[in-house]
């Protein structure tokens, strides 16, 4: 699956906002003798992305040229940005992972503050896109795949359901992601399940394996869909 374009966006920006602190020498509203310029607002960028455009905030400063190295060296790693923030999705957002992929975009190491923060708009940009409503989905596609992932501290393979949608329109996109213990019927019944509450409709095929658990799911809460 791919990260979503807000989550990117939060991550972009707040790795400008810290290097723009760093540059300052000190906080936006701090008074120090070691401050070195002054906030000056942000300049609207947009960029194009392969997961879709972001709306990104520039930090400016008042009496220097500053410019975030951070963003060039952000969209030169962007797959790598995409495959972590995917990551974080499935696993959930962890103030370590956070902390790894800010200092490797601003080239230097940040206070725990400023990755907490970070790691908090993170994660709830991404609850956010997990429980976004859903519409008509007229072509449903659902599998799993096995990723180790910690489990009450505990490192174990679990699998992790996909569900990807077309809607009336032929747009595609993943409507959502759950980690469990198997690929059984009670946890099939939970994800989907899920799905209808958010509002998913007008579902006219399910696409997926022949798994027992899925096919018993179908019958249960989509009896009309083939």
């Keep these: 699956m791919e990260a979503t374009p807000q989550a990117m966006e939060i991550l972009f920006n707040e790795a400008m906002l810290i ?22 607002g942000y300049k609207p960028k947009r960029v194009k992305t392969r997961i879709g455009e972001l709306d990104l905030s520039v930090p400016q400063t008042r009496n220097s040229d500053f410019y975030p190295n951070c963003l060039e060296k952000g969209l030169r790693s962007e797959r790598a940005l995409n495959i972590a923030l995917s990551e974080m999705y ?7 992972r956070v902390s790894k992929i800010i200092e ?24 956010a896109w ?19 992932v910690r489990v009450d501290n505990l490192v174990r393979d679990c699998a992790v359901l996909i569900a990807l949608g077309i809607d009336d329109k032929g747009k595609r996109e993943v ?8 690929e059984a019927e009670v946890y099939w019944r939970e994800f989907l399940g899920d799905s209808q509450k958010r509002g998913m409709h007008g579902t006219k095929l399910i696409i997926s394996d022949a798994h027992s658990g899925i096919k018993a799911v179908r019958k249960a809460i989509m009896p009309g869909v083939a």
């Design 104 to 127: 490797s975009m601003c080239g230097t190491s940040v206070s725990s503050q400023m990755v907490s923060n970070a790691a908090k708009k993170l994660d709830s940009a991404l609850n």
């Design 175 to 182: 409507l959502g992601v759950q980690v469990s213990l198997s």
């Design 90 to 96: 499935v696993n959930g957002v962890s103030t370590r």
């Design 130 to 148: 997990r429980e976004r409503p859903l519409g008509k989905i007229e072509y449903l596609m659902v599998d799993a795949r096995y990723e180790q």
């Design 19 to 40: 290097e723009r602190t760093q540059h300052l020498g000190v906080g936006h509203y701090e008074r120090s003798n070691n401050r070195l310029d002054y906030a000056n």
